[in-house]
C-alpha cells in the first residue's frame, strides 16, 4: 500500500490488486446468492454444484462449499470433508464411481479466491441433469 501526497495532504492511497479483490465477495458466492448465473448440478445447505463456464471435459464440474474459504490450507477439515463426500455423490449420481478426476489448484492456477474441488470426467454426461434446465 502507498500514498500519495500533494502538498503534505493524502490525496489518494493505492492499494495491491490482490488485498482489493480479496476484499471482493466471490463469483462463487454471488453465484450461491443467485446474482450471477450458473447451470446448477447439485445443491443443499452446505454445497452447491456447477458447470464450470470453461470446460476442460465432457463433465466440468466445480464442487463449492457454501461456507467460504480462500484456499486449500485456510479450508478446515469439516469443509474438506464436506467436499469429498460431495464428490463421491456426484461420481455415484453419474455412473463414473472409477472414473473421474479431482483437481484442486491452491494458488498457483487458482482462479477464484474460494475452495473449491474441480470434478472432470469424460463419461457420464449422459446423465448430468441441471435443477435450473
Given at each position: 500500500?502507498?500514498?500519495?501526497?500533494f502538498?503534505?495532504?493524502?490525496?489518494f492511497?493505492?492499494y495491491?490488486?490482490?488485498?482489493?479483490?480479496?476484499?471482493?465477495?466471490?463469483v462463487?458466492?454471488?453465484?450461491?446468492?443467485?446474482?450471477?448465473?450458473?447451470?446448477?448440478?447439485?445443491?443443499?445447505?452446505?454445497?452447491?454444484?456447477?458447470?464450470?463456464?470453461r470446460?476442460?471435459?465432457?463433465?466440468?464440474?466445480?464442487?463449492?462449499?457454501?461456507?467460504?474459504?480462500?484456499?486449500?490450507?485456510?479450508?478446515?477439515?469439516?469443509?474438506?470433508?464436506?467436499?469429498?463426500?460431495?464428490?463421491?455423490?456426484v461420481?455415484?449420481?453419474?455412473?463414473?464411481a472409477?472414473?473421474?478426476?479431482?483437481?484442486?489448484?491452491?494458488?498457483l492456477?487458482?482462479?477464484?479466491?474460494?475452495?473449491?474441488?474441480?470434478?472432470?470426467?469424460?463419461?457420464?454426461?449422459?446423465?448430468?441433469?441441471?435443477?435450473?434446465?
Amino acid at each position: 500500500m502507498a500514498s500519495l501526497r500533494f502538498n503534505g495532504k493524502i490525496e489518494f492511497t493505492i492499494y495491491p490488486l490482490r488485498y482489493i479483490f480479496s476484499n471482493m465477495i466471490s463469483v462463487f458466492t454471488r453465484i450461491i446468492n443467485r446474482e450471477l448465473p450458473a447451470r446448477i448440478f447439485y445443491e443443499d445447505d452446505q454445497v452447491i454444484v456447477f458447470a464450470d463456464h470453461r470446460p476442460q471435459a465432457p463433465v466440468h464440474l466445480l464442487l463449492v462449499p457454501k461456507k467460504e474459504s480462500r484456499n486449500f490450507f485456510e479450508t478446515d477439515y469439516e469443509t474438506l470433508d464436506l467436499l469429498n463426500k460431495t464428490a463421491k455423490m456426484v461420481a455415484q449420481k453419474l455412473g463414473i464411481a472409477d472414473h473421474f478426476q479431482i483437481r484442486i489448484n491452491n494458488g498457483l492456477g487458482q482462479e477464484i479466491d474460494h475452495i473449491h474441488y474441480h470434478f472432470l470426467s469424460n463419461r457420464g454426461q449422459d446423465k448430468l441433469k441441471f435443477l435450473n434446465s
